[in-house]
């Protein structure tokens, strides 16, 4: 039996492609390379030269979680948005075709891959969208380049992923770092994987789980290095929560089993009056992929409004 998720892929992407995106390779300088999916009437092309013209719709940014890359992320919501919105889905370096010769890994050079991206692409204002690591680099990019950032739509994430926060992760699901649990080797892995990140994990065969597997892993040891370089001491933790200018909008699932409702609220508090949080019934840590159609009715609200 061939891979399905090989065969669903190109489905998937010809389904955004009607919603009006194209997938556009983009060098952010020489050895680093993003791969993104971006609106099709801001790329023209004459004499086998492309160039990019600014968004005539609001700009929306969509950062994925680490267990995908980006459209495989976002596509519910690219369906969803895409009339309204000018929409913009990168892969995060070392995620579907995006990738660097450079040794950074912080969370930092994701944010400054990103923003030179958009730059390059004539974007200079969006409302950022992120899940889980998404939203971690989501918030380095509105610290870093705040005329940029202008709002902020995060879940299942944290501003810092400090040490103790993550001791109390591992607790929960039963590892002793991050690696084990966000780059599965094993279908009994990966079904642990989904079944902390949904609230109700479906029951798909294991070729499905091992088809995914085999497609979506890719570049392990960087991504160990990625993941490494998230976690800071204690010591180190800045506690920035009142270094952003932007409106942050968390949007959780009520089931999140790894950044769960006590860390939220005590987030929400620390960031500031700018900042509000809903929650979303029935959904755990990818809520977006889990729950799209109650995600997405909550997400129209909020960008209707920044």
């Known amino acids: 039996m061939g891979n399905v998720f090989v065969v669903l892929t190109p489905f998937i ?6 919603a009006g995106l194209t997938p556009q390779t983009i060098e952010i300088e020489p050895g680093t390379i993003m791969n993104i999916w971006v609106p099709k009437e ?22 994925h979680a680490f267990t995908m890359d980006g459209i495989h992320t976002w596509f519910l919501q690219v369906f969803a948005l895409s009339r309204e919105y000018s929409l913009y889905v990168p892969d995060l370096l070392f995620f579907g075709g995006s990738i660097t010769d450079r040794n950074e890994r912080s969370p930092s050079f994701q944010a400054e891959f990103v923003a030179k991206g958009l730059g390059k692409l004539g974007v200079e204002k969006v409302t950022l969208v992120g899940l889980s690591y998404g939203g971690a680099v989501g918030f380095e990019m509105a610290k870093l380049y705040p005329k ?18 993550s001791l109390e992760s591992y607790k929960q699901i039963g590892v002793t770092k991050w690696s084990e649990f966000l780059l599965p080797k094993t279908v009994e892995e990966f079904r642990r994987l989904f079944s902390f990140g949904f609230h109700k994990f479906p029951a798909f065969p294991d070729f499905f789980c091992r088809d995914i597997l085999q497609t979506m ?14 976690v800071i001491t204690d010591k180190d933790a800045t506690t920035s929560y009142n270094n952003y200018s932007q409106e942050i909008h968390m949007v959780w699932g009520d089931d999140d089993k790894i950044f769960g409702l006590d860390l ?15 929650l979303i019934k029935d959904a755990g840590h990818l809520l977006p992929i889990e729950r799209p159609l109650c995600y997405n009715k909550r997400l129209k609200c909020i960008l209707e409004h920044v």
Not at 217 to 229: F, M, V
Not at 264 to 278: E, P, S, V
């Open 13 to 18: 992407h010809g389904l955004v492609k009607l």
């Open 42 to 63: 801001t790329v023209t092309k004459k004499n086998q030269t492309i160039t990019y013209v600014p968004p005539t719709k609001p700009a929306v940014l969509f950062l």
């Open 148 to 165: 940029l950032v202008k709002a902020m739509v995060v879940s299942a994430t944290v501003v810092e992923l400090t040490e103790s926060i």
């Open 217 to 230: 892993y890719h570049n392990r040891r960087e991504r160990t290095e990625l993941l490494e370089s998230l």
């Open 264 to 278: 939220a609220m005590t987030m929400k508090t620390r960031l500031g009056n700018k900042t509000t949080l809903d």
